[in-house]
């Protein structure tokens, strides 16, 4: 589904002249990719969603700390060429989590392992970034989680 929306993205992109666009999704295609290769050296067909997700989640967090770096560089024409390609990226995922919903997540998970103690958060964290991968920041949630096992 979403190589697919990727591929549609491009087509539309050159159609309508949106060059902004069009270099953002060729650059998460090449992404795409290379995930696909690294998967196949691992005997699998491709690579699967939860970890395109989780690729472009890095992208996004690449491109914010790049957007951090032009504005205190004082190149904010940089810094809204990054922050433009965020949106574009952000397009492709899955409707981000709030606060309250991570929370609520990671509550219920901890309820579904029995997790106890900061042994489980292994199996805490591989369970959610099993249900709700590209929708939250895993980097964040390990924080909150953390502090719900120290209890």
Do not use: W
């Amino acid at each position: 589904m979403l190589r697919d929306d990727i591929q549609n993205a491009i087509k539309d992109s050159m159609k309508n002249h949106d060059s902004d666009r069009l270099s953002t999704a060729r650059m998460i295609l090449a992404g795409i990719k290379e995930k696909d290769v690294d998967a196949r050296g691992k005997g699998k067909e491709c690579a699967a969603e939860a970890d395109l997700m989780s690729m472009m989640q890095t992208m996004i967090k690449q491109r914010q700390e790049s957007a951090k770096m032009y504005r205190d560089g004082n190149r904010p024409e940089l810094a809204e060429k990054e922050e433009k390609e965020i949106t574009i990226i952000n397009s492709f995922l899955p409707k981000q989590m709030n606060d309250a919903e991570v929370d609520a997540a990671i509550t219920s998970i901890i309820k579904e392992l029995n997790a106890s103690s900061m042994k489980d958060m292994g199996a805490v964290m591989g369970k959610l970034r099993e249900k709700y991968a590209g929708q939250m920041d895993f980097g964040s949630a390990s924080g909150k989680i953390k502090a719900a096992l120290s209890k």
